[in-house]
């Protein structure tokens, strides 16, 4: 079994920064893609960044310059520093990981609670 678990949501003024954390436990062989989605009242989930198991990175144009995303390989986490907020990066952001359970076995995604983000004076 493997959890996924969110920390470092809260209330910040715009312009303000945040760093979001997810940490992987349990039966873990191996770990591919960790990705950061968010999801706004009434709207889709969306990606917001994803990194490879290679230190790949890619980022959704409205974060571009503001969003870091990066992985602690030792600790199977993986963080977004979120710089400059704008209260459109108001949402419940998720952590998301593609791994591996056994040697032979298919990678599965898996999602973290969700963490709340809020931009606002």
């Known amino acids: 079994q493997v959890q996924l678990v969110e920390s470092g949501g809260g209330l910040v003024q715009p312009g303000g920064s945040l760093r979001l954390s997810c940490a992987a436990s349990g039966s873990i062989f191996s770990i591919y893609d960790m990705d950061w989605y968010r999801q706004a009242p009434g709207k889709e989930r969306e990606l917001v960044a994803s990194?490879?198991?290679?230190?790949?990175?890619a980022y959704a144009d409205s974060v571009k310059g503001r969003f870091t995303i990066f992985r602690d390989y030792a600790k199977n986490a993986v963080y977004l520093q979120m710089n400059s907020l704008k209260p459109e990066d108001t949402a419940v952001y998720y952590c998301?990981?593609?791994?591996?359970?056994?040697?032979?076995?298919?990678?599965?995604?898996?999602w973290g609670q969700g963490t709340q983000v809020t931009v606002s004076l």
């Open positions: 998301n990981a593609k791994i591996k359970t056994r040697w032979n076995s298919a990678p599965v995604n898996y």
């Open positions: 990194i490879t198991s290679g230190g790949s990175t």
